[in-house]
């Protein structure tokens, strides 16, 4: 059974950063692409970012690039979302999905983590 | 404002059918594949459709995709009081080098 366990979730001051983890199990991890997936309080989906099966492509939503980085550790099975220079617009739920939207579907997700950027 | 446009919402009595849309431009729909996404309050989307027109396994064959152009189509039968919840389209768009959804669509079941 595919499984990812989002992990990381807290209350950070604007300006500052969070990490973010996802770790997986049920499938082999090095074979697919990974994606973060953001949802703001009682708002819809927004895509964040999606990163290859090595790490070598990396695609981001305009509002985070230079503040966000994707990466991925397949000897841990894990993907990780760095959040620096946080923004209150950035609070939401991040989901955790395997797949690309730009390959195919986003076929498994986490249950999300709520990440909070308040004073 | 999405790329991708849905209704806010739709409404059907049960055992009806119900449809909604999706509509984009070319460096998105007109050119990649569609996905339609479930998902209940408070937790997790789950896929129902995929490439368009496909199911995973485990999704019921009352629901059923679409495509046209630059819009797509969830097609929904037999409502059921289950089905209320927030649908999505997603696809990837070309020009942005991006993942897009649409605004989400919310389903009542009258």
């Known amino acids: 059974e595919v499984q990812l366990v989002e992990s990381g979730r807290g209350l950070v001051q604007p300006g500052g950063s969070l990490r973010l983890s996802c770790a997986a199990s049920?499938?082999?991890?090095?074979?697919?692409?990974m994606s973060w997936v953001r949802q703001a309080p009682g708002k819809g989906l927004e895509w964040v970012a999606n990163i290859n099966q090595d790490g070598s492509e990396k695609y981001y939503v305009d509002s985070v690039k230079g503040r966000f980085t994707i990466s991925r550790d397949n000897a841990k099975n894990s993907l990780y979302l760095q959040m620096n220079s946080l923004r209150a617009e950035d609070t939401a739920v991040y989901f955790c999905a395997r797949g690309s939207m730009g390959s195919g579907t986003l076929d498994s997700w986490g249950q999300g983590a709520l990440v909070t950027v308040s004073s | 404002q999405s790329v991708l446009t849905q209704p806010p919402s739709v409404s059907a009595a049960p055992g009806q059918k119900v449809t909604i849309s999706c509509s984009g431009s070319?460096?998105?729909?007109?050119?990649?594949?569609v996905s339609w996404y479930q998902q209940f309050p408070g937790t997790a989307p789950k896929v129902l459709i995929y490439?368009?027109?496909n199911r995973p396994s485990g999704i019921p064959d009352r629901f059923s995709g679409s495509k046209s152009g630059t819009s797509a189509t969830l097609g929904i039968t037999g409502l059921q009081t289950g089905d209320e919840a927030d649908y999505y389209c997603g696809t990837w768009d070309r020009s942005l080098s991006a993942g897009v959804f649409g605004g989400g669509t919310k389903l009542t079941v009258l």
């Open positions: 049920g499938f082999t991890f090095s074979r697919f692409w």
């Open positions: 070319s460096s998105n729909i007109g050119n990649n594949f």
């Open positions: 490439d368009n027109d």
